[in-house]
């Protein structure tokens, strides 16, 4: 299983040694003059499960998180008595002493409520408010629908909740009981990732560490508890409690009575479960900041236009409305450079329309380059955005890339990218925004419609994820979970699109379902969406006289000339390999052959083997033209690069990522309805034989390619246009 990349790293890491012998690791993120103190919770997981809080507080503020004892990069120690409230308050006291924080806010989930408690109890000095999320404190109350079962006596029959028991943990039914308590802690439909999480972090500590530390909790082997009432009574700073109308952990009557017993606020999420932090990320990362800023006193942290890079921190301007001129936020997908060049084209298309349009970009690197030497704004606040190509190229192995799954893993990217767009929206005003497969905006926006506060339009070249045939069962049940919760969501809050833009033609969205009992793909694309027609983003006759181009890019005419690219990210280097091991043989069966190889801007030419009749290049503005002008091309699977190739109709072979759903199916189903391209799968590319056979016979090949639309940006900038 492949290793889910953290999205941020720390800026500090450490570990201290209590002087019970226990070692305690820590880090912080950020800075600035108010400090957050992610607490851990139940043993059960460490501190990754703030991973959704933590790049978007830390742009805000300084964020210490540590692994509460038995699990992560901290101790495991034996004995109920190492896992005492108390203790676990001592081991946040001392990593304030040991990062050097005088006073924090403190954020806490579950159990580390109760430690939350009772440090500000006996430290009242270095607490300045606690965020209490989905409080699990002993107060005696009925937990609904749990029927009560004993944790220490030994049970014949292990069902429903009588798997929350000490025996049934150290006899063999951990494993059973982690994943029937994750799926009761993430109540939402639509849980997989999350509950995918929550098992996998419990697996990395052990049943006696998880036994040890809820006898502690119970006040079992020899354990004395201190009442949570008596601790409440100390408490003199704010106390903001945020409880799950559907916990199905720990009713909301828990935060209730601990708001009376400190005085503190109580906030109810309608339909929320017991770890909202992981489930509703935006809310509780807009709770948790607002109540930092408000207790900690710092108003101003950060998010404002004045704290944008390159803009003044001391000078801002207000607009009348009669006098701002219209302006778009445009968001362009860093998977793949094609996206950027039929951004750009609609963009051009819109200015036509609106020529006082003022357009700003928010984007990553690679599209970022690409905008640049085209001349357009980028958006300061872009370099907030965390890299989705980086991701990409750490989920892929040899030329595979299971797409489906690195979208899943890339959720804490997805969160903190929403994040940033929403500062952005919310300081500054637009009278549209376009996302061209943002899916992190279009998901979040209708998780949180109430953050809507202008025209949106969708943009996209697929709909619908689709399983890998090896995946099985399950990888079939949650592709079809992902678009079930889709659909919902589109059929609930239909007006959070304002258009949704189908790059393309009816004919070619695939013709299969979403999921067993869900509807036909096509039939449900033809009801929601516009249809634009392709949009290449360069004009095709402008490179049909191949002999001129050619004669303007420097190549000889009699020459043969193949172009081999990968697109904007790292996942394609082993395939230029590939193709480079292939280069000799091609070239002793055809003469005077050439080829150039485009590394990209994520790829170091310098790191290709060198080959005789190889120009090794990185990123080449216009490489649309230079595949108009070649014999051949060998690509990847990716849409923009082999329609850029069918609307120039070059013979073309293109060799899709093993496992990438969207190459596989959307993208294969695409070029046979346009007769284009001849398909390779990579385990014969990976024969230097079979690849080399493969480009000889595939070089100067008459073509029949269905034409490709060349008024696409313009029909596209057409929808678009009246939102304006």
Known sequence: MTTQQRAVEPDETGTLRREDGVRIGWEVFGSGSTTILLMPTWTIVHSRFWKAQIPYLARHF??????????????????????????????????????????????????????????????????????????????????????????????????????????????????????????????????????????????????????????ARKGADGVEVVPIEDVCARVRCPVLFVHGTEDGISPPAVAERLAELTGGDLLLLEGSGHGPMARDPVKVNHVIREFAQRVGGDLTAGGEPAAYPGRSANHTTWRRAANRPKRALYLSSPIGLGHARRDLAVADELRKRHPDLEIEWLAQHPVTAVLERAGERVHPASRWLLSESRHIEHEAGEHDLHAFQALRRMDEVLVNNFMVFDDVVRDEHFDLVVGDEAWDVDYFLHENPELKRFPFVWMTDFVGFLPMPDGGAAEAALTADYNAEMLEQRARHRWVRDRSVFVGSPEDVVPDSFGPGLPGIREWTRENFDFAGYVTGFDPAAVADRGRLRHELGYAADAPVCVVTVGGSGVGEPLLRRVLDAVPIARRQVDGLRFLVVAGPRIDPRSLPRRR????????????????????????????????????????????????????????????????????????????DALAGAIVASLGREVDYRPVEGDGAARAADLIAGLL
Request: aromatic share 10%; net charge negative.
């Open 613 to 688: 009749g190889v120009t090794v290049r990185g990123l080449v503005p216009d490489l649309f033209r230079h595949l108009a002008a070649a014999d051949l091309a060998v690509v990847q699977g990716g849409l923009t690069t082999c329609m850029e190739l069918t609307a120039s109709r070059t013979p073309f072979v293109y060799v899709p990522l093993r496992h990438h759903f969207e190459q596989g199916f959307h993208v294969r189903h695409r070029l046979e309805r346009y007769r284009a391209g001849h398909h390779l799968p990579y385990e014969q590319a990976s024969d230097p």
């Open 62 to 215: 300084r964020v210490v998180t540590f692994d509460g004892r038995g699990n992560g990069r901290s101790d495991r120690p034996v004995g109920a008595a190492a896992y005492r409230d108390e203790e676990h308050a001592v081991d946040a006291l001392a990593v304030l002493q040991a990062t050097g924080t005088s006073t924090s806010v403190v954020v806490a989930l579950s159990a580390g409520v109760s430690w939350s408690l009772h440090l500000a109890a006996a430290h009242p000095d270095r607490v300045e408010g606690i965020v209490a999320i989905g409080s699990s404190c002993d107060l005696g109350l009925n937990r609904l629908g749990r029927r009560p079962t004993p944790w220490e006596k030994e049970l014949k029959s292990h069902d429903g909740w009588a798997k929350y028991n000490r025996h049934y943990w150290l006899h063999g039914g951990y494993d059973d009981f982690v994943h029937f308590f994750f799926a009761q802690l993430f109540s939402e439909p639509h849980s997989t990732k999350q509950v995918e999480d929550g098992v996998g972090w419990a697996l990395e500590t052990t049943p006696r560490v998880l036994t040890d530390a809820t006898a």
